[in-house]
């Protein structure tokens, strides 16, 4: 889940790497998982489909025991808002999910009321204000 990614965990990423257009989504799904590279398109093993994932700098050390090396990968499920408007996470988000805006290398990224599902306040509509939740 996003709020267990530490900022150590990330704290060698170089560069997040998308795969789609992330401006159209409200949110994304992120999570930790072991690869055996720094850099390079993961294998994906999950429902649904894979839209980004981290690249790590070279000072990037590999876990001692498995080899593997900690790596955010973004992601979405078949029954998420992208795919259902309407559907389970019409007015929320899962857990894991952040607002795929607020996201850059070594930055765990947050909810906003777009990633909640929530339209803001006319003022806030009016003015152009974007507040984290």
Do not use: C
């Amino acid at each position: 889940m996003s709020s267990l990614i530490s900022a150590d965990e990330i704290s060698h990423e170089a560069e997040l790497v998308w795969l789609e257009d992330v401006d159209q989504l409200d949110y994304v799904r992120q999570s930790l998982d072991r690869l055996p590279t720094r850099k390079g398109k993961p294998a994906y093993h999950r429902d649904g489909r894979m839209v980004g994932y981290a690249i790590l700098g070279p000072d990037a050390k590999a876990s001692r025991a498995s080899g593997t090396f900690r790596r955010r990968v973004f992601w979405l499920l078949p029954h998420d808002r992208d795919s259902e408007p309407d559907g389970l996470y019409a007015k929320s988000a899962p857990a894991e999910a952040v607002d795929p805006r607020t996201l850059e290398p070594r930055v765990k990224g947050y909810k906003t009321e777009r990633s909640e599902g929530g339209p803001p306040s006319r003022a806030m509509q009016e003015l152009g204000i974007q507040l984290p939740l």
